[in-house]
């Protein structure tokens, strides 16, 4: 018998109902101030960053702990926690909104520097042959987080679906989060 260890799953497969739980970091749980949960995965990750950083924890650290790769004015770029793929991130605006219609302008600008910004990363950091970009709007579109919008991007290799996909719905990532956090990071800054 074969055993897949995918530990970074389980606190996704044990606890679906408590997915939106402050942060869903369980580092910077106890950080997050108390009273301040808007039950939105994504404000409530950065909020517990920010009241970490605030309470005196390394910036670095917090933002490891939360896989938050970089911040610009509008967005943010963050892994996603349950990647379908190494390297899969996501660029989040600050502001909580369901609609890329309704996004201010300079935001929505900003998102799409982020993402071409991205594009050059991860092709410098994993050498891809093509990517996925792209927004789910609304749940009937696949949004996990429907009312808060982001935009994906992966990079994708010729292959990399496989009978564990396809059968079994299971994914397999060869790579732990926090590497993937500290390759994406260093190349952003560079």
Known sequence: ???????????????????????????????????????????????????AIAAGMPPDDAEQAALLVARGRHNYLCLNRFPYTAGHVMVVPYVHQASLAALAPEAAEEMMTMAQKVEQVLAGVYHPEGFNFGLNLGKAAGAGVDTHLHFHAMPRWTGDTNFMTVVAETRILPEDLKVTWQRLRTAWAE
């Open 1 to 51: 018998m074969d055993y897949l260890w995918t530990p970074w799953r389980y606190a996704y497969v044990t606890s679906a109902d408590k997915a939106l739980r402050p942060g869903i970091a369980p580092e910077l749980d106890a950080y997050y101030p108390a009273g301040q949960e808007s039950r939105c995965v994504f404000c409530n990750l950065l909020g517990s960053v920010d009241a």
